[in-house]
Each structure stands twice: as structure tokens, then as C-alpha cells.
């Protein structure tokens, strides 16, 4: 199964046409399997959109706007043939003029579900830098698969909290689907080798870092290229998204994609793209 992670950054700098258009072009040339979509934006002041069969919605019922970033490219990937399920859960107010979100999209149905893991003293999206995990059960390959899209804080901003509740969450087989295989993907705002990476490495999830253990990685190390924002004051490249997956899978390639190299840049992040398959 192929799979995609990218932090979109979305209609912050543009309206997103281009941007849409970039990324529907890789993805109808790579057919990706599953895709894990972060900074997912809408405006405040949209209309509600008219949604068809394949949207799957999660727990949280967040209208979804008609300039919704994620809707947007599904629109897009239509016109190019190509169909994918999808699903989008609301985090929070992000530069004063967006609902943020992250997303999922499958080429098989999900069943969705969505997660607040930030602390209760501050889990108002309007007012807070909320965090959410969202969870979609989907097939690829022919298995049962838990797909994650998930953005985290920093680590002076919590990180350590959320990452305690998340795994909580997709250890318990009521919420989550435990017995399936994870592949969790995203903004991590944790650079490799830090505190923050290592509570992941160490988790009772025993997560592979895609990175690691690709028998063939290309298009380097670096998921930002330097001083981003949120990153203002820190100008060297970083690898802070990442795809972990449970130990059941084998990884044949890793790659950073939508670099500029690798497909146009259309974010402030790269994308991750990963090819992985399910042992026996």
C-alpha cells in the first residue's frame, strides 16, 4: 500500500487553486492508497457544503464548508477520475480566519472517528491550540488497516500530554480498533532525536519510524526546510512529520515528496510518501 502524509498549510497564502491543483496531479500519478492531510483549513464565513456519499463523518459534527481545503481536492481528484473516500474532524481556530482540521482519504470506505487529545483546561477550539486525532478503519491491500492524521503541539506546549492521551486512545479497542494494524502519520513538531521523538520510539504502541527501517529511502532527511512558522527562530532544516506504523508491516521505500524536486512544493512542509505491505 502506498501512503501520504503532508501538512498543507492550506489557503494561508493563496486561495489554494494552484496549490489543489499541484497536489491532485501527484496524487492521480502516485494512486496513493491512503492519504493523512494536516492544516486541513476553512473559512469562518462559507457556506455549509452540499456533501455526497463519499465523505464518512467522525464523532465531532463540524459542518464542513464549501471552501473546505480537503473538499476542495476531492473536487479536483473527481474531475481526474479518481474517487476517494474521505473524512475531515475540526482541531481549532487557526490565524484568525480559519477552522483547521485534518483529514483522511482512502480509496476504500471509512469508518471515522475523532478524538480531542489536549488537556480539558484548554479544549476550546475557538480560544485553544486544540489537538485531535483523527481515526479512520479502512481497507488497503485487501486487510483492515487504523489510519491516523494527527498535529501536535510543541513540546513547551504539551506535547508529552498529548501524546499520553493518544496513546491511551488507540490502545483502547473501543474507540479505535486496536486489534488493527496503526499507521499513524503527521505533524509531530517533535525533530527527530528529541524528548518528544523519543516518547514515541519508546511508546507501548512499538511504532516503527518509516524512516528507519525503509529498505530504500530517497529525497532526504528534512520534512521543513528551515525557519517555518512555529518555527520562526530555528533556520535549520528538520524532520518533524513522520509516518509510524505497527511492527506487522515491512517498509520497502520512503520518500520526501512535494520538495520541489519530488513534486512541486505546495506547503511550508514536505510531503512523506511510504510503500508498505503486511506480513503474514
Known amino acids: 500500500m502506498k501512503i501520504l502524509t503532508l501538512n498543507c498549510y492550506s489557503l494561508v497564502?493563496?486561495?489554494?487553486?494552484?496549490?489543489?491543483?499541484?497536489l491532485s496531479k501527484k496524487i492521480a500519478e502516485e494512486q496513493y492508497d491512503l492519504i493523512a492531510l494536516q492544516e486541513v483549513n476553512q473559512t469562518f464565513d462559507a457556506h455549509a457544503a452540499v456533501l455526497d456519499g463519499f465523505f464518512c463523518p467522525p464523532t465531532t459534527d463540524q459542518p464542513v464548508k464549501e471552501d473546505n481545503f480537503a473538499l476542495q481536492l476531492i473536487e479536483a481528484l473527481q474531475i481526474l477520475d479518481?474517487?476517494?473516500?474521505?473524512?475531515?474532524?475540526?482541531?481549532?481556530?487557526?490565524?484568525?480566519?480559519?477552522?483547521?482540521?485534518v483529514a483522511l482519504l482512502s480509496k476504500a470506505p471509512l469508518i471515522a472517528a475523532d478524538h480531542s487529545v489536549a488537556p480539558i483546561a484548554h479544549s476550546?477550539?475557538?480560544?485553544?491550540?486544540?489537538?485531535?486525532?483523527?481515526?479512520?478503519?479502512?481497507?488497503?491491500?485487501?486487510?483492515?488497516?487504523?489510519?491516523?492524521?494527527?498535529?501536535?503541539?510543541?513540546?513547551?506546549r504539551g506535547f508529552a500530554e498529548e501524546w499520553q492521551r493518544t496513546e491511551e486512545l488507540l490502545s483502547a479497542s473501543?474507540?479505535?480498533?486496536?486489534?488493527?494494524?496503526?499507521?499513524?502519520?503527521?505533524?509531530f513538531n517533535q525533530p527527530?532525536?528529541?524528548?518528544?521523538?523519543?516518547?514515541?520510539?519508546?511508546?507501548?504502541?512499538?511504532l516503527q519510524d518509516a524512516f528507519l527501517t525503509a529498505t530504500q529511502v530517497t529525497g532526504g532527511t528534512a520534512t521543513i526546510p528551515g525557519a517555518i512558522n512555529g518555527w520562526n527562530d530555528s533556520p535549520s532544516p528538520k524532520r518533524i512529520d513522520y509516518v509510524w506504523l505497527s511492527p506487522s508491516f515491512s517498509v520497502a521505500a520512503y520518500?520526501?515528496?512535494?520538495?520541489?524536486?519530488?513534486?512541486?512544493?505546495?506547503?511550508?512542509?514536505?510531503?512523506?510518501t511510504v510503500t508498505a505491505t503486511l506480513e503474514d
Open 255 to 272: 520518500s520526501v515528496t512535494f520538495d520541489g524536486k519530488n513534486g512541486v512544493q505546495v506547503s511550508d512542509h514536505f510531503g512523506i
Open 13 to 22: 497564502e493563496n486561495e489554494g487553486t494552484q496549490q489543489v491543483a499541484d
Open 174 to 187: 473501543e474507540s479505535s480498533g486496536s486489534d488493527y494494524p496503526l499507521i499513524l502519520c503527521g505533524d
Open 82 to 101: 479518481l474517487e476517494y473516500y474521505w473524512t475531515w474532524a475540526y482541531t481549532h481556530v487557526s490565524y484568525g480566519r480559519f477552522e483547521e482540521g
Open 192 to 206: 527527530a532525536e528529541t524528548l518528544g521523538y523519543q516518547l514515541v520510539q519508546k511508546s507501548q504502541l512499538e
Open 124 to 156: 476550546n477550539p475557538a480560544t485553544d491550540n486544540v489537538r485531535r486525532i483523527l481515526i479512520g478503519l479502512t481497507e488497503a491491500d485487501g486487510e483492515l488497516v487504523r489510519l491516523v492524521s494527527t498535529h501536535y503541539n510543541w513540546w513547551d
